[in-house]
């Protein structure tokens, strides 16, 4: 086994013992992001300098004895949506193509403090907007397991970086699926927090009611640990929570006897592939052997959470991202006038995908279709909430469902066709909407040798429950077929 391998939990147990250094772990995921980067597009930007004076400083702390514990001296990576303090933070757009910012995302301080080594930038959809990470301006990034389809998105290069073994760990966001998709299309764990349990300070904003920071790691118990360190309440956010931070990792080890799981039927409808059935019938199984009680549930308003969610958040981008308007920061185009320079700045950068769903946003907004859409939108979100609610209050632990409706597709294959690729949220969106925790646990692989995993649904804060239903089914590590 090479060091980049191994999972978070073994890396910082040899790096304990002195197996070898941080140094050596860090050059050899650089090594290893040289050589298979280029085939992938995982990383934006790779910054190989300053991992290796974070590790060289990792070292120098285990050699007095000084170690900062278990992330320490881990090499792992970003998502491009995260602000780092000196290093360019792109959100994937010509937009954001040279902005740098001044400050550290209270996420990524977390990690930096605990002394984690940053090894770049991770590739995503166009200011997270996307399920298939074909809307970067810096480029494709591919499937680890077939470079013909697509790793998911938005969390895209986040996903790929953890499969392909080019970072121990990555953080990413979640808005409507985007880590948990990405986790079930390249075989990773992809855990998608309680709304507040993370601080969203120092993340480009998206969609911000919905906006949350996630991990993707190799295994429960490595997502757990990143999790219980970046979590907690952070004054810059209001909407930040304090409740405890559980041991999520130690979680892991609890089993499931005696916890109530729910199946939804509505998640097992006709439009789901017959393998994915096949897998979530196989974690059944396993968690009533393991000692859970299984029973089939109904989410009655299920089907209006993709269409609720679309209006939602398109309409919190359209107010978010007119912040870009060539003035105050990020791209300017000029012209004759403060207007047509504005027009143009938009233009040129913003990609399709993204003036799509700020056009759609800013008609919802307007002040003739406000209440029909906006207001409506706000209502149906409340009733699935409720509909979560009701399940949770009854007795139930965790909900299974499908994580989407199919494995990955091939790039290229709904760039054309908007609706079929938004229907790929159709499984992860009424998370967000409801505000609740979720995670993705890879089960196998297809006939075509792409993987499949399943989702955990948690009531708020509920992550702990999360980690041991899914610690009960997860097997041996998928490994994608590389060619290098």
């Known amino acids: 086994m090479t060091i980049t391998d191994m999972s978070l939990k073994d890396m910082a147990a040899a790096l304990a013992e002195k197996q070898f250094s941080s140094r050596e772990a860090t050059q050899e995921h650089l090594d290893?992001?040289?050589?298979?980067?280029?085939?992938?597009?995982?990383?934006?930007?790779?910054?190989?300098?300053?991992?290796?004076?974070?590790?060289?400083?990792?070292?120098?702390?285990?050699?007095?004895?000084?170690?900062?514990g278990l992330l320490d001296g881990i090499p792992m990576a970003l998502k491009d949506i995260i602000s780092t303090n000196g290093i360019p933070t792109t959100c994937a757009s010509r937009m954001l193509e040279n902005y740098t910012p001044p400050y550290n995302a209270t996420c990524w301080q977390h990690l930096e403090d605990a002394g984690a080594v940053l090894l770049g930038k991770l590739n995503m959809d166009e200011f997270a907007m996307g399920?298939?990470?074909?809307?970067?301006?810096?480029?494709?990034?591919?499937?680890?397991?077939?470079?013909?389809?697509?790793?998911?998105g938005s969390s895209g290069g986040s996903a790929v970086a953890v499969a392909a073994d080019l970072a121990a760990y990555t953080l990413g966001t979640d808005t409507g699926g985007s880590i948990r998709q990405p986790?079930?299309?390249?075989?990773?764990?992809?855990?998608?927090?309680?709304?507040g349990r993370v601080s969203r300070f120092g993340v480009i904003p998206y969609a911000s009611s919905l906006d949350q920071v996630g991990v993707l790691a190799k295994t429960c118990a490595d997502a757990g640990i990143v999790l219980s360190s970046i979590s907690g309440k952070d004054n810059?956010?209001?909407?930040?929570?304090?409740?405890?931070?559980?041991?999520?990792?130690?979680?892991?080890?609890?089993?499931?006897?005696?916890?109530?799981?729910g199946v939804a039927k509505e998640f097992c409808s006709a439009g789901i592939d017959k393998t994915i059935i096949a897998e979530l019938k196989?974690?059944?199984?396993?968690?009533?052997?393991?000692?859970?009680?299984?029973?089939?549930?109904?989410?009655?308003?299920?089907?209006?959470?993709?269409?609720?969610?679309?209006?939602?958040?398109?309409?919190?981008?359209?107010?978010?991202?007119?912040?870009?308007?060539?003035?105050?920061?990020?791209?300017r185009i000029p012209a004759d006038n403060l207007h047509d320079m504005m027009i143009a700045t938009r233009s040129a950068g913003f990609g399709p995908?993204?003036?799509?769903?700020?056009?759609?946003?800013?008609?919802?907004?307007?002040?003739?279709?406000?209440?029909?859409?906006?207001?409506?939108?706000?209502q149906v979100r409340t009733l699935i909430k409720q509909d979560y609610d009701q399940i949770f209050a009854a007795g139930f632990d965790c909900i299974l469902t499908p994580p989407a409706p199919s494995a990955a597709f091939r790039i290229g294959?709904?760039?054309?066709?908007?609706l079929t690729m938004y229907m790929q949220d159709v499984c992860t969106v009424p998370v967000?909407?409801?505000?609740?925790?979720?995670?993705?646990?890879?089960?196998?692989?297809?006939?075509?040798?792409?993987?499949?995993?399943?989702?955990?649904?948690?009531?708020?804060?509920?992550?702990?429950?999360?980690?041991?239903?899914?610690?009960?089914?997860?097997?041996?590590?998928i490994i994608p077929p590389l060619d290098i």
């Open 32 to 68: 290893r992001i040289e050589k298979i980067n280029p085939q992938l597009g995982a990383y934006i930007n790779v910054t190989s300098q300053q991992a290796l004076a974070a590790a060289d400083a990792s070292d120098q702390r285990r050699a007095n004895k000084e170690s900062k």
């Open 131 to 152: 399920s298939s990470t074909e809307t970067s301006y810096f480029g494709l990034c591919r499937n680890p397991f077939d470079p013909d389809h697509v790793p998911g």
């Open 183 to 195: 986790a079930h299309f390249c075989g990773v764990v992809g855990i998608k927090p309680t709304y």
């Open 236 to 261: 810059m956010d209001s909407t930040s929570a304090s409740e405890p931070i559980p041991d999520y990792a130690a979680a892991c080890t609890k089993g499931v006897q005696g916890l109530r799981i």
């Open 282 to 331: 196989r974690a059944i199984t396993m968690l009533e052997e393991a000692g859970a009680q299984v029973e089939e549930i109904s989410l009655p308003h299920t089907e209006y959470a993709l269409p609720a969610y679309y209006v939602l958040a398109s309409a919190e981008a359209s107010s978010n991202l007119a912040r870009y308007d060539g003035v105050r920061y990020g791209l």
């Open 353 to 378: 995908e993204v003036k799509r769903r700020i056009m759609l946003g800013t008609y919802a907004l307007s002040s003739g279709y406000y209440d029909a859409y906006y207001n409506k939108t706000l």
């Open 413 to 418: 294959e709904n760039t054309d066709d908007p």
């Open 432 to 477: 967000n909407l409801a505000g609740l925790p979720a995670i993705v646990v890879p089960m196998g692989l297809n006939p075509e040798g792409l993987p499949i995993g399943v989702q955990l649904i948690g009531a708020p804060f509920g992550e702990e429950k999360l980690f041991a239903a899914g610690a009960a089914i997860e097997g041996p590590r």
